[in-house]
């Protein structure tokens, strides 16, 4: 081995012994996420080098039904860090100590969010396109205690029906098509992208409605207070990643779809670019007040309605500081985004009053 060949192999091993010091020095994250398309900021974060960016080694845990299932996860132990919305309601009301760190998905700058929701239906149904009154005494599939059984709740308080007045039947997202194709249900709400697949694989299926804003979405960055209280320097840099993930996003959609179909099982190309412009809509990790009160007005209604039968603070279950913290070191993040609106913006510390 002559003397260049020989500094050659040198310069090699000192960059793999580095490459691999670098390697142990990453902070070790396991992330869970639910099967759906407004969950897709994780995987991008992942896939684009953003968490890596930000010296986190982060794994992604399979793709779940729902979020009940993300949060069984958590509290077994298989993840640290989960995306859910409506489920941390049941689990935190179960005993379960949860406190939301930032949105996956929702909106900082407005009340009303819901772009990723849609109820669908058979066209044999009888239920009207845009009458939410034809659902009277229809069989409605929405997944028990998660976003999409609280958008069916909401759509039928807006048609001034009560849940008695049709049948509720607890459907996972990804058994609704075949459900709808069966005609074992007239209709069901969900989200992307499961109703566009819906409308693709269903003979006469018909969008009901699309969004509609009849309910804030609900849809958070979740861990157990004892592991957020130990790791507060490592969820900032994680929710940075995950807001440089979000902002590729928005700006690239179609490329976004494409990571979608590696993640969400089944899913097709032109189904996930579909589901995309809805999704970019929502895709804001800031908090604000907006979103404290949609955790307060969804439990409100599950309350209401008789399907809880007690509420908690709000307040004791939010920890914004982490991504408060994102928003002022990185503002270019969130420069594409509507700026919230001063009437809620919140700072550390900050204490909600319905």
Same mark, same amino acid.
């Given at each position: !081995? ?12 000192? =960059? ?71 489920? !941390? ?54 997944? @028990? ?30 058994? !609704? ?20 697949? =819906? ?74 670019? =579909?589901? !995309?412009? @809805? ?76």
């Amino acid at each position: !081995m002559n003397r260049r060949e020989w500094l050659g192999a040198a310069l090699a091993t000192v =960059a793999l012994a580095t490459s691999r010091a670098n390697a142990q020095d990453m902070i070790k994250i396991k992330a869970g996420m639910v099967s759906a398309i407004d969950q897709i900021g994780l995987p991008i974060a992942l896939e684009r080098g953003f968490f890596e960016k930000y010296g986190l080694d982060v794994e992604i845990v399979r793709p779940y039904a729902t979020g009940v299932d993300a949060l069984n996860a958590l509290q077994a132990g298989e993840s640290q860090i989960v995306q859910v919305g409506v489920p !941390m309601i049941g689990a935190v009301l179960r005993g379960m100590d949860l406190v939301a760190l930032a949105n996956y998905s929702g909106n900082a700058a407005k009340a009303g969010s819901d772009t990723t929701m849609a109820l669908i239906a058979s066209e044999a149904s009888g239920i009207r396109k845009g009458d939410l009154s034809s659902l009277k005494g229809k069989r409605i599939a929405a997944s @028990f205690g998660t976003i999409n059984h609280l958008y069916a709740l909401a759509l039928l308080e807006k048609a001034g029906l009560t849940p008695a007045e049709v049948t509720l039947i607890n459907t996972p997202p990804p058994d !609704m098509t075949v459900a709808l194709l069966s005609k074992g249900i007239d209709a069901f709400a969900a989200w992307d992208p499961w109703p566009i697949v =819906a409308l693709r694989d269903v003979p006469g299926a018909v969008e009901i409605v699309r969004g509609g804003d009849v309910i804030s979405y609900l849809g958070f960055n979740v861990a157990t207070r004892e592991w957020a209280t130990k790791n507060g320097d490592t969820i900032v840099k994680f929710l940075a990643g995950l807001s440089e993930a979000d902002q590729w996003m928005r700006k690239n959609p179609k490329r976004a779809a494409q990571v979608a179909t590696r993640w969400v099982p089944g899913l097709k190309q032109e189904v996930a670019e =579909a589901a !995309m412009e @809805f999704n970019i809509q929502q895709a804001d990790r800031r908090l604000s007040a907006n979103n404290y009160r949609a955790l307060w007005s969804a439990q409100d209604r599950l309350h209401r309605l008789g399907f809880l039968k007690e509420t908690f603070d709000v307040n004791k279950h939010i920890e914004s500081s982490y991504i408060l913290k994102v928003m002022a070191d990185h503002p270019d993040l969130f420069s594409d985004l509507p700026p919230i609106p001063a009437d809620v913006a919140i700072k550390p510390g900050y204490v909600f009053k319905s």
